[in-house]
Each structure stands twice: as structure tokens, then as C-alpha cells.
């Protein structure tokens, strides 16, 4: 571990682990390499390992001395991570090692995410099988895969290889936090059909763009009403073409399904003499959204420039016209707030991507509901909206929520343990953000007695994302003595 930066930083094995894992390209959808060490782990300890065919790995470990008849125990993360970096840092995603750096006590990618979620819980479910010094039941780590693009790997496995019916999650991400409960979702990808025109030969171009919003994790930050980029575009584009003429070439926008979209852009078509005015109205729009978002997003921009590339084809006016309006009127945020939980999201709607194709344009959304009727009207509104543009909308990914367990067991003994060793209680929470629990309740017929935890991290699913140490030395020191105590 010569050129380990983490080789100073306790919980040594788990950071050890993590740094291993920092190592493998592991986006969604990109989790051959990292399966296969897991599997190779196994091998290297002498345990039982099963890899499926959606790449999902389960170890499973003998309980250790005294505890070989103790009923069993699932530790559980997903091996995948968002992958998202900052503006102007070159990172290549499919080959590139996360590269890490240590501020203070706090770990950090170098302009990219840091893949905390959810490596931390690999590295400490590895931790575990490795050290034969600590007690614990018969243990299985099941790592899922694609948990970030819809959970498909949890909806993949076979529940017959699964012993244990107590299942510890290690995919939350604040300290002192017991989630017990989280919502259900589901996404919806939308194809709005175009068609296409040659734009006037005396026209000019540029491309207009909106930058610098936080963005963030549709689940966990959706309730902070930040900005959404997408929204943006849509507004500034209605508002231009009530001024005047305008073509739009193509618009574009978002990452990702689950993160608040943050920038887009449209290349626009507009004759030269209205060029002054263009810029006239950009620049008041900008004035007027930045003083709306100046709490949330005070570095929120609108830019005007130059293209890549001259277009050679626009849309047609009507084309245009449904796309703005579908994307102006499509609900987006937080829709409906809990009547039996204060201050928890009931619903909520994320615009997430937004990109033009050969001859659509595609739009997807997240939907997040803890209550299914309520997820299934929102995804009506959808469809709705769509056929009013000829649209198509196919839902995909959908998961169930994770209904809340008055009777278990893990929740409490983690509630005694947080309080005796740190001296206060932990809040015992449900959360907006979809979980694998809500699959693993509804496959197991709600026998599986479950509780997720996690340390503190920052900025997850954004270049800013960073993890605790010392949070995570508790975390870790916290799911041991949980281990211990399950005889």
C-alpha cells in the first residue's frame, strides 16, 4: 500500500477495501471488472461465492465461533456508482481509476463522484468476511448491480440463494440515521416524434445554454427546491418564442434519470436582425431567474455562443411548439408531501434527461412515490400530457416502496446499540429515495427483517460528493457490535 492515500486512515481494511475498489471502473451498467473481483475475493478466502447472470454476487461466510447456529445475517450494497464529473475535468469513466484525495477528514474524488455510494458498503461487507477476528452469524454479502439505473440487479435474483432473513442495507448516507421505510418508483421515458425542415439560408445560430446548478440526488435533495435545468430551458424557450421567431435545432439536457438536471442546452435558428433582441431577452430572463434562485442556486448562468457546428436541419414549427410545451408543462419536484410523517416527500417527479434523436426527442423522468396509487396517477399525468404531442411513454424500472415494520427486531437492537455507544439516540426515519429493501420486502414477502444504515457523505451523485472518515470509524464500529449481538 505504498502509494495507498488512505493507508493513515482507520478503519484501515475498510479504507484498504474501498481503495480497491476506487480502482475499478464500476458505472452502472460497466460491472464485469468489479464482479469479478468480488468473485475472485471470495476464492482468495476460501468462501462460497455465486455471480448470476445480472452479475450480482453473493459470499456467504460460516458463522464464526459460538455463533454457527445463529440465524443468519445479509449484509447489502450495490457495486455500481453514478458517474458525473465537474466541468472541464477529463475523466474517461470506462477505463479511469476514481482518483482520491483526503481534505481535513473528510474523502474526495478528484473532480468526479467519489463512489461512496455504494462502495462503502462493499468495502465494509469485505472487511468483515475478511477479519477473521470478528464474531458475527452466518453471514452473506449480496452486492447488487445496476441499483443507480433502476435497481435491475435486485430485481434479477433469485431469492433461493438467500439464507438469511435479516438484512442489514449500508446504502444510507447520514450518520445517526435508522431508515426503516423509503418510497417506491418507477421511470418514465417519453418519445415525442419530430419532424424536420431546412432552415432559411439567411439564418443565423447559437446555441443557448444553462449552467451552474447545484443539481443533486432527485431523491434525497428533490425537497431543497433546487433549480432543474431542464425546467429552465423550457421556460426560456416559451418565453423567446412569444418575442419572437425562433427555430430550434435541437435541445438537450441532464444526465441522468435520478440527479436534478444540471445544465441543458438548445441550438436555436433566428434571422440576423433579431439577434440584438435575442440577446435583450436572454439577458432579462437570466436577471429574473437568477433573482428566483438565488438562495438555491447562486451560480445559476445563461449563456449565449457560437455552435460546434452549423445545423443543417431544424424542427418544424409545430414539432418545436410540442416539444416546448410538453417540456414547459410537465410537473416537476415535489408533488405531494406526507400527512402521516412531517416533513418526509410523499411524491415527487424529477425531469431528469432530455435529448434529441434521429427523429424524437426523448425525455425521462423519475417518479418517486410512498404510496403506489399516487405513483401510478403521476405516471398517468405523463401519459396524458404525451398524447396531447403523439407521444409514446413506456414505464421502466419499477420498484415497490418499502412498507415500515412496527415489529422488527434489527431496528431496535441497532437503536439500542447507537445509544449505548454514542450517547444519544438515533432518529428512526423513512426516506423519499427508493432503496433495494423495497424489493427485497416485496420478494420475501415482507419477512425479511430490515434496517439501512450508513455513514455521513456529501454531494452524492455530484463531483462534490465526499465521505466522513470519521463517521465511517463509527458506522463500522457500529455494524460489528451489531454482528456481535446477533446470536
Known amino acids: 500500500m505504498e502509494d495507498s492515500v488512505l493507508r493513515n486512515q482507520e478503519p484501515a481494511d475498510v479504507f484498504f477495501y474501498f481503495e480497491e475498489l476506487s480502482k475499478i471502473p464500476r458505472g452502472s451498467g460497466n460491472e464485469q471488472a468489479v464482479s469479478d473481483y468480488l468473485v475472485s475475493f471470495a476464492k482468495t478466502h476460501g468462501l462460497y461465492v455465486v455471480q448470476d447472470a445480472a452479475q450480482n454476487v453473493l459470499i456467504k461466510s460460516p458463522g464464526s465461533a459460538g455463533y454457527e447456529n445463529s440465524p443468519g445475517v445479509v449484509i447489502q450494497g450495490h457495486m ?72 435491475d440487479g435486485a430485481h434479477a435474483l433469485d431469492p433461493e440463494t438467500i439464507s438469511g432473513r435479516t438484512l442489514i442495507n449500508i ?47 432527485s431523491g434525497i435533495e428533490i425537497h431543497k427546491g433546487r433549480a432543474n435545468a431542464n425546467k429552465l430551458i423550457a421556460r426560456l424557450l416559451d418565453h423567446l418564442t412569444e418575442k419572437m421567431s425562433i427555430s430550434l435545432c435541437s435541445i438537450d ?115 418517486r412515490s410512498s404510496v403506489g396509487s399516487i405513483k401510478a396517477d403521476i405516471f398517468h399525468t405523463i401519459v396524458s400530457l404525451a398524447n396531447l404531442t403523439n407521444g409514446k411513454v413506456i414505464e421502466e424500472s419499477s420498484y415497490p416502496e418499502w412498507r415500515y415494520n412496527p415489529d422488527s427486531k434489527v431496528r ?20 423519499h429515495a427508493g432503496l433495494e429493501c423495497a424489493i427485497f420486502d416485496e420478494m420475501f414477502g415482507g419477512k425479511m427483517d430490515m434496517i439501512s444504515i450508513g455513514p455521513s457523505m456529501v454531494g452524492v451523485h ?17 455494524l460489528k457490535e451489531a454482528l456481535k449481538a446477533m446470536c
Open 80 to 151: 455500481d456508482m453514478v458517474c458525473e464529473k465537474a466541468p472541464g475535468v477529463i475523466h474517461d469513466f470506462l477505463k479511469d481509476p476514481i482518483r482520491l484525495q483526503v481534505r481535513d477528514d473528510m474523502l474526495y474524488a478528484t473532480g468526479t463522484t467519489l463512489g461512496a455510494d455504494d462502495g462503502i458498503a462493499v468495502a465494509m461487507g469485505l472487511a468483515v468476511l475478511a477479519d477473521k477476528s470478528i464474531p458475527h452469524p452466518p453471514l452473506e454479502l449480496l452486492v447488487t448491480t445496476c441499483e443507480e439505473t433502476g435497481m
Open 171 to 217: 446504502d444510507s448516507e447520514e450518520e445517526g440515521i435508522l431508515t426503516v421505510s423509503c418510497a417506491g418508483g418507477c421511470t418514465a421515458r417519453i418519445s415525442i416524434p419530430v419532424s424536420w425542415e431546412h432552415p432559411a439560408a439567411d439564418m443565423a445560430f447559437l446555441t443557448l445554454t444553462v449552467e451552474g446548478l447545484k443539481g443533486g440526488h
Open 253 to 367: 439536457g441532464g444526465s441522468k434519470h435520478n440527479a436534478i438536471a444540471r445544465d441543458a442546452r438548445a441550438v436555436l435558428g433566428f434571422r440576423k436582425e433579431d439577434e440584438a433582441l435575442l440577446r435583450e431577452e436572454v439577458e432579462k430572463l437570466e436577471r429574473v431567474l437568477q433573482d428566483e434562485c438565488k438562495t438555491v442556486d447562486p451560480d445559476l448562468r445563461i449563456l449565449l455562443a457560437s455552435p460546434e457546428k452549423q445545423p443543417e436541419q431544424a424542427f418544424t414549427a409545430n414539432s418545436a411548439h410540442q416539444i416546448i410545451q410538453f417540456l414547459y408543462l410537465i410537473p416537476n419536484g415535489v408533488q405531494t408531501m406526507s400527512m402521516d410523517i412531517e416533513g418526509l416527500v410523499e411524491s415527487s417527479l424529477n425531469l431528469g434527461v432530455i435529448e434529441t434523436k434521429e427523429n424524437a426527442v426523448e425525455i425521462i423522468s423519475a417518479i
Open 412 to 431: 431496535t437492537l441497532f437503536a439500542d446499540l447507537y445509544e449505548k455507544m454514542f450517547g444519544q439516540k438515533p432518529l428512526i426515519n423513512a426516506i
Open 462 to 478: 455530484t463531483a462534490e460528493e465526499h465521505l466522513s472518515i470519521p463517521s465511517t470509524q463509527r458506522t463500522w464500529e457500529l
